[in-house]
Every structure is written in structure tokens, then in C-alpha cells.
């Protein structure tokens, strides 16, 4: 779900292009990143993209999108995936199951129905990661040389943290905005290549939002920007009836916390919010990390794809192709290797 900051968002957004963002280093939430593949790469009814029974819509992404990131735009990219989700975390999960089998079924009767426009409306909302969709996305990151991190908890904290602390890390990537929660200074959304499948309710360019500038702008600090977010609902909460965006922000205007709200709104929040504020102020997170650009293993990449998930030999040659292109041309597109 991600915590719903659009409202408080939009008037401080930066619209950007790729081309400014050439040579900048990102941490990159991965799970959300690969959820935004298999959502829309799907035929025309909504079917997902496989072969012999496997996804592989995720892997397109990463082979085509995510290294055009890199070889086109000298863009870097670190990838870090979800870690073990928190206790509190539980129920929005179950949350998104329910959601995801009602969809399914939705989806299931706009086909027989033969409106494949609803059908692929309801399918985007059935996706699911798997465990094995993960191992396939790691292993295919590996064969490229773009290396990935294994967050303790949730990427978004641990992005915010590279973000804050190395400062070889110019943003973070993420569609949602839980990363401005746990801190992070900066974030880019919608990092992405147009193409055939991309979702074309998204918009072209990606999207700066800078916290001070946030932060400044609504004359909060980050302590009632987390408040906010637990009033209007996070992963680890549901969101207080009857609160929108612009009755959050008055009531944190008018009482500065949690604790200083009407005690008709303190009556409705989560008994643990103390707790919940504490896994955004102090998140389990890694310092323990290494960042290793790698090479392309270009003969394991032919095999993996092509033999074993069923890609166009012309398809995948093509990226191998591009990928020794940029490796000619590093010094002009500022690359490390081929990266």
C-alpha cells in the first residue's frame, strides 16, 4: 500500500528528465520495482507474460528496461530487496491477499465476458512476487554485473539509509513514498523506460521530491511528517476514519503530535503508534553492505534466458550487443566497466 503523501507531494515536485539524471547512483527498491514489471508487461486479456508455466515478465524488465537505464543514460543502479517483513506488517499483508484473489476473480469473469480492457485492469491487480521470481531476478542481475542488496527488513528503510549515509547514492527509487518516512533526502520515482508494455497511465518523466524541501514547504519536521503518515494509514497501521490529507495536515498544524490530538482522534489510532513511529525513526537496517559492479557473463546469460526461460536468442544477443557498446564508449557516457 505505501503511505499516501501525493496530496502533500504534488505542490513540491520536481519534474525531471533521464538525461539530467546521467552518471547519478541510485538505491533502488527492488520488490517494488519488479512489481511494476509483471503489472503491466501482460497480453492484451491480462495474461502475464511466461513461459512454460513461469513468469517472466520481470526478467524483460530487467533486461530490457533496467540496462537501458545504464548503458543509454549512465545511470547506476543498486537493487535492494525486502528483508523478513515486520511482525506489524502481517495484517496489511493479508490485506493485499485478499485483494489480489478478488481481483483474480474479477479478472477471471471480464475474459469470459470478452472485455479485455477490464480484464487487464483487474489482472495488473492480481500480481504477485514469488520467492522463485526473486531468485530468477537475482540471478539475472548477477549474469549483467548490476549488483543487489538483501535488506534486513524493508528496502525502503535501508534505501533511505544508503541514501542518507554514502554519499555515493544521489536518491532513492521507489514508486511509493514510504522512503521520505524513514528519512530519505531525496527520491526519484518513476525511473523507467517507455516501451510496448509500459503502463500508459505513468507518467513520462521521473519525479524529484527532496524532504527538506517537503518538510519546509508544510512547515512540519519529519517527527509529524510520520505522524501524519500514521493518521492517513501505513504498512503497519490502518488509517484513522474520516482523516484525509488536508484534515492530517491541520490537525498536526493545530496539535504538533500524536499525543497532543483531540481525544476523539487519539481514541482511534493504533495503541502501539509509539511503536509504529520507532520502526520510521530507528528501522532495522544493514551497514554491512558492499557495492560490486560486476561484468556480463554473456554465455551463461544466452543459457539461463534462452534455454531455460524460453527468450529469443536475437533478443537477448541484442542487449549483449548494447551492453559491449557501452563498455566501448564508457568514458563518454560516464561508466564504471560497462556500468
Sequence with gaps: MGTKLGELIKPIREITTLEALQGRMFAVDANNMLYQFISIMRDQDGTPLQWDNRPTGHLIGILNRTTRLITDFGIKLVLVFDGIPHQLKHAELERRKQAKIKAEKAWIKARELGNRQI????????????????????????????????????????????????????????????????????????????GKYRNIHSPSQPDIIE?????????????????????????????????????????IHDHNSLEEM????????????????????????????????????????VTFLCQKRGFAINQVQSVINRIKQATTQKTQVGLERWL
Design 119 to 194: 480484464a487487464f485492469t483487474k489482472a495488473v491487480a492480481t500480481s504477485r512476487l514469488t520467492k522463485n521470481m526473486i531468485s530468477d531476478a537475482k540471478y539475472l542481475l548477477t549474469l549483467l554485473g548490476i549488483p543487489f542488496i538483501d535488506a534486513p527488513q524493508e528496502a525502503e528503510a535501508q534505501t533511505a539509509f544508503m541514501v542518507q549515509t554514502d554519499n555515493r547514492f544521489w536518491g532513492a527509487n521507489s514508486h511509493d513514498y514510504d522512503s521520505l518516512l524513514f528519512g530519505c533526502p531525496r527520491q526519484v520515482r518513476y525511473l523507467s523506460i517507455s
Design 211 to 251: 524532504l527538506p524541501r517537503l518538510l519546509a514547504y508544510h512547515n512540519i519536521t519529519r517527527n509529524q511528517l510520520i505522524d501524519f503518515g500514521i493518521l492517513l494509514g501505513t504498512d503497519f497501521n490502518e488509517k484513522v476514519p474520516r482523516v484525509g490529507p488536508k484534515t492530517g495536515l491541520r490537525l
Design 262 to 301: 483531540p481525544e476523539k482522534i487519539r481514541a482511534q489510532l493504533p495503541d502501539n503508534y509509539e511503536e509504529i513511529r520507532q520502526l520510521f525513526l530507528q528501522p532495522k537496517i544493514t551497514t554491512e553492505y558492499t557495492i560490486d559492479f560486476g561484468t556480463i557473463q554473456e554465455e551463461e546469460l
